[in-house]
């Protein structure tokens, strides 16, 4: 097929252009050569910067079913990476709207109007697995077959938007599949304390986040609280151990390893009807967070709670094998290169 060379002039749609993932495979796709719809529910410097490349914006939600339709007439493929998020506090209705209903939209779109559709890339999440308990240690790395329990309302949406995107393989023909990515940054995010990443090793951005929520899990209080307490800095960062003085074991992608899975999805001939998982190397969140305050010089405080994050991370075995899929990042590399960008001088 050859997709993702650019051999084809008919575009490739990507929602969520804006965001951290479906910028980084637009970008990869614009240096193969090919013409990319961005569609985005607002301007961004993200979306601009695509612009300026020659991608053509389509700025609105997913219930906009004329945008839809003018924007996928006649595409090449679409990857779906457009959602909103469970970590950003938003409504459980918005969730459902924009999840699963505005899959839905987008899979009438590429039906009614893309007859040559080669490949319908849906997003999901390995929030699909997560039952909200500790998950038994001899289930770990979680592979495609484990059951999608769907425990959350975000998780539920992904459930229900791929078994959408199956549906329409199997009534209508459209070649779909769908990644299941775990956690997933850029590496600037992983030093900024009050993002998504930050906010769990930086105490400010954890206190600020917490500060902000109308409701707290009996663990993120506790948690918040012994942060409240003694010598501790807003500056400074932290990491939470388990009582025996283990650190959870977990999983964090660079999103230009997941753009380049999705362009192997894209080209392999086996890769329509499946579910692939996109992950890197397990950490310690210990490793992790004192390698960050190594590099800023930074305090860290080692709290002690039993299973306030337990241990996450999934197979790739499957991507590896029928995609090649090969991560080329680490999150210790990814916070070198944040650094780097960040003041320009090297790193010991």
């Given at each position: 097929m050859?997709?993702?060379?650019?051999?084809?002039?008919?575009?490739?749609?990507?929602?969520?252009?804006?965001?951290?993932?479906?910028?980084?495979?637009a970008n990869r796709l614009l240096d193969a050569g090919h013409r990319i719809h961005a569609i985005d529910v607002v301007g961004s410097p993200a979306v601009d910067a695509l612009v300026a490349r020659g991608a053509a914006a389509f700025i609105g939600?997913?219930?906009?079913?004329?945008?839809?339709?003018?924007?996928l007439t006649d595409a090449d493929a679409v990857v779906h990476t457009g959602a909103v998020l469970?970590?950003?506090?938003?409504?459980?209705d918005l969730l459902i709207s924009t999840n699963f209903?505005?899959?839905?939209?987008?899979?009438?779109?590429?039906?009614?109007?893309?007859?040559?559709?080669?490949?319908?890339?849906?997003?999901?999440?390995?929030a699909v697995y997560w039952g909200g308990s500790v998950p038994p240690v001899d289930v770990l790395p979680v592979d495609e077959h484990f059951p999608r329990t769907g425990s959350s309302v975000y998780a539920a949406t992904k459930?229900?938007?791929?078994?959408?995107?199956?549906?329409?393989?199997?009534?209508?023909?459209?070649?779909?599949?769908?990644?299941?990515?775990?956690?997933?940054?850029?590496?600037?995010?992983?030093?900024?304390?009050?993002?998504?990443?930050?906010?769990?090793?930086?105490?400010?951005?954890?206190?600020?986040?917490?500060?902000?929520?109308?409701?707290?899990?009996?663990?993120?209080?506790?948690?918040?609280?012994?942060?409240?307490?003694?010598?501790?800095g807003l500056d400074d960062l932290f990491v939470v151990i388990d009582p025996d003085g283990t650190s959870p074991l977990t999983m964090l992608n660079d999103a230009r390893d997941v753009a380049a899975g999705v362009c192997l999805a894209l080209d392999a001939p086996d890769a329509v009807g499946q579910a692939f998982n996109l992950?890197?190397?397990?950490?310690?969140?210990?490793?992790?967070?004192?390698?960050?305050?190594?590099?800023?010089?930074?305090?860290?405080?080692?709290?002690?709670?039993?299973?306030?994050?337990?241990?996450?991370?999934?197979?790739?075995?499957?991507?590896?094998?029928?995609?090649?899929?090969?991560?080329?990042?680490?999150?210790?590399?990814?916070v070198d290169e944040a650094l780097r960008a960040q003041n320009g001088t090297e790193l010991p």
């Open positions: 050859n997709l993702s060379k650019g051999t084809q002039q008919m575009p490739v749609v990507i929602t969520g252009a804006g965001g951290r993932i479906g910028s980084a495979v939600t997913l219930d906009n079913t004329a945008m839809l339709a003018e924007a469970s970590s950003h506090g938003k409504s459980d209903v505005g899959t839905y939209n987008l899979l009438v779109a590429a039906r009614d109007n893309a007859p040559r559709l080669r490949r319908f890339v849906n997003f999901s999440s390995d459930v229900g938007a791929e078994q959408l995107a199956t549906s329409f393989l199997h009534t209508y023909g459209l070649p779909t599949l769908t990644i299941r990515p775990t956690m997933t940054a850029a590496p600037s995010e992983l030093l900024v304390p009050d993002s998504v990443f930050g906010r769990r090793w930086f105490v400010g951005g954890a206190l600020r986040w917490w500060d902000s929520r109308a409701t707290l899990s009996s663990a993120d209080a506790e948690v918040r609280d012994m942060l409240r307490d003694g010598d501790i992950g890197s190397t397990e950490f310690t969140e210990r490793a992790l967070v004192d390698h960050i305050a190594a590099r800023l010089g930074r305090r860290v405080h080692v709290l002690t709670h039993p299973g306030h994050r337990p241990s996450w991370y999934i197979s790739s075995l499957k991507a590896r094998s029928v995609l090649g899929y090969r991560p080329q990042h680490d999150v210790f590399s990814m």
